[in-house]
Every structure is written in C-alpha cells, then in structure tokens.
Nanobody
Framework: QVHLVESGGGLVQAGDSLRLSCEGSGLTVSKLVVGWFRQASGKERECVGYISYSGANTVDLASVKGRFTISRDDAKNTVYLQMNDLNREDTAVYYC???????????????WGQGTQVTVSS
C-alpha cells in the first residue's frame, strides 16, 4: 500500500521553529516530486513548495519564502519541511503529497498524507 504520513506538528509560539516529516511507504520519494501544502481554516489549500526527484527544491509561497525549506533523507525515505520564525498566519493543517511532475497545483499530485496540524500562538 502507498502511504504518506506527516508528523511533527503541534502547538508553538510565534517565533518558534518546527520540522515536519513526511515518510513514504510503498513508494520511493526520491523518484517522485513531493510537495508540501497547507490549508488554514476557511481558506483554500495552497502549495508551500516541493522537492523533485533531482533533489532540487523550491518554496514559492511568498508568505513563507526565506523561512521555510524543504529537504529529503533518502535513507529514511522521508521529506522534511523546516519552518522557522513561525507566525500566527502559519497556522494550518500541513499536508505532503507525491506526484510525477514539478508543479504546484494540487491536481498534479496523486498521493496525499492525512495532514498534521500546526498551531502558532502569539
């Protein structure tokens, strides 16, 4: 079975850092594009960024660019989202997803995790 499992979310204070993990099972994350998405309550899901099979990665979301980075550990078949200097506006459910192409729209992603909640308080 194919599974993507996010972990690492929780309740933090503004200015804190978190690292989210996305562990793949039944697929090799290094052979796919793995994206990070987030969805705040009452808002549309948005793409934070992605890492490709080449290892190249990008964070295109303007509100988090420069604070968030994406990396991968092939030995652990896991993709990470490092989040620094968190703001209340970063509060959302964070999802990882895997797909075949380097795109930001969610329609290009075939496999999705269950999501992990990140809540940032002031």
């Amino acid at each position: 079975q194919v599974h993507l499992v996010e972990s690492g979310g929780g309740l933090v204070q503004a200015g804190d850092s978190l690292r989210l993990s996305c562990e793949g099972s039944g697929l090799t994350v290094s052979k796919l594009v793995v994206g990070w998405f987030r969805q705040a309550s009452g808002k549309e899901r948005e793409c934070v960024g992605y890492i490709s099979y080449s290892g190249a990665n990008t964070v295109d979301l303007a509100s988090v660019k420069g604070r968030f980075t994406i990396s991968r550990d092939d030995a652990k078949n896991t993709v990470y989202l490092q989040m620094n200097d968190l703001n209340r506006e970063d509060t959302a459910v964070y999802y990882c997803a895997a797909g075949p192409v380097e795109m930001t729209h969610m329609r290009f992603y075939d496999y999705w995790g269950q999501g992990t909640q990140v809540t940032v308080s002031s």
